[in-house]
C-alpha cells in the first residue's frame, strides 16, 4: 500500500529552466509534507516542508505547492542547476502516526548543462 | 557540526553471520529513526525510537533484527543470522522535537550479504 507516490522515476531539464517534481498521496490524514533530496553515497538531505494549513512554501529557489483537495503536491526549481542533479524524495507524516514519515520512492533529476 | 554518524559505511559478509550496525545521532536530538532502502521497496522505517524508548517496531521485517538504544548518544541495528536478502542501504536519522522538525539522515551503512 503505497501511501505517497512519486510516478516519474526520473526527469531531465536544461539548466536555467524550470524543475517540477510530483507527488501524490492517499491518506488524508496527512497533514505535514517534506521533500528530501540525496546524492549518491550520501543520505537525504531535507530540503523544504510544508504544513496542511497552507498552500505555498517558499525557499529560495525552491517552493513547495500543496493541492489538499487533489492530494498532490509539487516541488518546483527555478532556475534549475547542474548541482540539483539527485535523487529527490517526497515524504508525508500524520497526527497520533508518532514521528513517523512515510517515503515516496523517489526521482531522479537530471539537470543539463 | 557533527551531524549523524553511521558505521561502518560498506559491510560485507557471509549469510549467517551477525551484522550490527552503529548510529551515533545528532547531540541534543531526542528521536531516532532507522531505514533501510532497497530499489525494491524504496526508503522503508524499521523502528524509531524517543526519548532512548522504542515507539514502534512495525517495520523490522523479522526476529531476526533487533535494534537498542542504551543511551541518547547510541543506537545499533542488529541482524542475527544474516541472510541475502538483508543487502541494502541502513540509515540513521534523528530529529529534535516533535513533529515539524525534519529528520537528518547519515550517510547509511551499505550492506551486502553473500
Known amino acids: 500500500d503505497q501511501q505517497v507516490k512519486q510516478n516519474s522515476p526520473s526527469l531531465s531539464v536544461q539548466e536555467g529552466r524550470i524543475s517540477i517534481l510530483n507527488c501524490d498521496y492517499t491518506n488524508s490524514m496527512f497533514d505535514y509534507f517534506l521533500w528530501y533530496k540525496k546524492y549518491p553515497a550520501e543520505g537525504p538531505t531535507f530540503l523544504i516542508s510544508?504544513?496542511?494549513?497552507?498552500d505555498k512554501n517558499e525557499d529560495g529557489r525552491f517552493t513547495v505547492f500543496l493541492n489538499k483537495s487533489a492530494k498532490h503536491l509539487s516541488l518546483h526549481i527555478v532556475p534549475s542547476q547542474p548541482g540539483d542533479s539527485a535523487v529527490y524524495f517526497c515524504a508525508a507524516s500524520a497526527p497520533r502516526s508518532g514521528d513517523k514519515l512515510t517515503f515516496g520512492t523517489g526521482t531522479r533529476l537530471a539537470v543539463r548543462p | 557540526d557533527a551531524g549523524v554518524i553511521q558505521s561502518p559505511r560498506h559491510e560485507v559478509t557471509e549469510m549467517g553471520q551477525e551484522v550490527t550496525l552503529r548510529c551515533k545521532p545528532i547531540s541534543g536530538h531526542n528521536s531516532l529513526f532507522w531505514y533501510r532502502q532497497t530499489m525494491m521497496r524504496g526508503l522503508e522505517l524499521l523502528i524509531y525510537f524517543n526519548n532512548n524508548v522504542p515507539i514502534d517496531d512495525s517495520g523490522m521485517p523479522e526476529d531476526r533484527f533487533s535494534a537498542k538504544m542504551p543511551n541518547a548518544s547510541f543506537s545499533t541495528l542488529k541482524i542475527q543470522p544474516s541472510e541475502p536478502r538483508d543487502s541494502a542501504v541502513y540509515f540513521c536519522?534523528?530529529?529534535?522535537?516533535?513533529?515539524?522538525?525534519?529528520?537528518?539522515f547519515g550517510d547509511g551503512t551499505r550492506l551486502s550479504i553473500l
Open positions: 510544508i504544513s496542511s494549513i497552507k
Open positions: 536519522a534523528s530529529r529534535e522535537g516533535r513533529g515539524g522538525q525534519p529528520q537528518h
